[in-house]
Antibody, heavy 122, light 107 residues
Framework: QVQLVQSGGAVVQPGGSLRLSCAASGFTFSNSALHWVRQAPVKGLEWLAVISYDGSHQYSADSVKGRFTISRDNSKNTLFLQMNSLRPEDTAVYYC???????????????WGQGTTVTVSS | DIQMTQSPSSLSASVGDRVTITCRASQNINKYLNWYQQKPGKAPKLLIYAASTLQSGVPSRFSGRRSGTEFTLTINSLQPEDFATYYCQQSYSTPDTFGRGTKLEIK
């Protein structure tokens, strides 16, 4: 069964750090470009970052650049999002997702994790 | 960054109706436009990619079209399970921006 299973969401204080994980199964993880997307409460989808199949290329949205880092461990079939200097406006459900295409020719996100909630509050 | 202007923001329709949602890109994105459906508390689901290609398993009542920088998602003969929020997303150039969404409600 093709799936992404997320973990790591929590309540964290402003300025704190958190690492989200996304474990893949049922497909060849090391061939896939992967993304992070978030959704603030009662808001739309916000694209955050993408990483190439081998981790050699990444791109992050300006809203998180310099604070969040996307990475992967192909030996463990796991994607990560390291989140530092967290702000209240980072409160959201975070999703990992697989690209239907590849890093260069991206063709939609066809497999999604279940989402994990991050709350930034004192 | 490429801006995606999605309209309408909400839409009321009845079972059996045909509805169309539009997304306009702020610049050329070729065919790199994707459509998603999201239900409350669930992850989005890919419906259409590359502007008009139906994702595997998606019913044929969903269709997508491109005209320049304007893209449309059409749902023919609405079913009860189609009432949800729909998003467009461009994947031509990072950041891969989403539209603001269209909430489709039962009339």
């Amino acid at each position: 069964q093709v799936q992404l299973v997320q973990s790591g969401g929590a309540v964290v204080q402003p300025g704190g750090s958190l690492r989200l994980s996304c474990a893949a199964s049922g497909f060849t993880f090391s061939n896939s470009a992967l993304h992070w997307v978030r959704q603030a409460p009662v808001k739309g989808l916000e694209w955050l970052a993408v990483i190439s199949y081998d981790g050699s290329h990444q791109y992050s949205a300006d809203s998180v650049k310099g604070r969040f880092t996307i990475s992967r461990d192909n030996s463990k079939n796991t994607l990560f999002l390291q989140m530092n200097s967290l702000r209240p406006e980072d409160t959201a459900v975070y999703y990992c997702a697989r690209d239907h295409g590849n890093y260069i020719f991206r063709n939609g996100l066809d497999v999604w994790g279940q989402g994990t909630t991050v709350t930034v509050s004192s | 960054d490429i801006q995606m202007t999605q309209s309408p923001s909400s839409l009321s329709a009845s079972v059996g109706d045909r509805v169309t949602i539009t997304c306009r890109a702020s610049q050329n994105i070729n065919k790199y436009l994707n459509w998603y459906q999201q239900k409350p508390g669930k992850a989005p689901k890919l419906l259409i990619y590359a502007a008009s290609t139906l994702q595997s398993g998606v019913p044929s009542r969903f269709s997508g079209r491109r005209s320049g920088t304007e893209f449309t998602l059409t749902i023919n003969s609405l079913q009860p399970e189609d009432f949800a929020t729909y998003y467009c997303q461009q994947s031509y150039s990072t950041p891969d921006t989403f539209g603001r969404g269209t909430k489709l409600e039962i009339k």
